[in-house]
């Protein structure tokens, strides 16, 4: 198993930039896909990147495409995600995951441990 505590969201203003991070303890960090998923109030959660156990292999959905940078330091069992140009749609709790197998891998079912997740308030 591995436990998943996220990090770093906040309120910030629309154009802002925000950096999540999701420290993990427990089984090798970097046998596990790490994805990040965020859901807005009265939506589904939705997936935002994912990245593979080495972070050769980068997903992002196309939403977020070119403003958001998924990253891991797994000599620090961290990951990261790198939020830039931020706008109000972007506003909900972010959550990171952790799954085996391959990262190209959107569904959220197929993710089997999550933090607590962490607020990203974005002001428009």
């Known amino acids: 198993q591995v436990q998943l505590v996220e990090s770093g969201g906040g309120w910030v203003q629309a154009g802002g930039s925000l950096r999540l991070s999701c420290a993990a303890s427990g089984r090798a960090f970097s046998t596990y896909t790490i994805g990040w998923f965020r859901q807005a109030p009265g939506k589904e959660r939705e997936f935002a990147a994912s990245?593979?156990?080495?972070?050769?292999?980068?997903y992002y959905s196309e939403s977020v495409k070119g403003r958001f940078t998924i990253s891991r330091d797994n000599a620090k069992n961290t990951a990261y995600l790198q939020m830039n140009s931020l706008n109000f749609e972007d506003t909900a709790v972010y959550y990171c995951?952790?799954?085996?197998?391959?990262?190209?891998?959107?569904?959220?079912?197929?993710?089997?441990?999550w933090g607590q997740g962490t607020q990203v308030t974005v002001s428009s």
């Open positions: 990245i593979s156990r080495v972070g050769a292999y980068k």
């Open positions: 995951a952790a799954k085996t197998g391959s990262a190209y891998d959107s569904t959220a079912t197929r993710y089997d441990y």
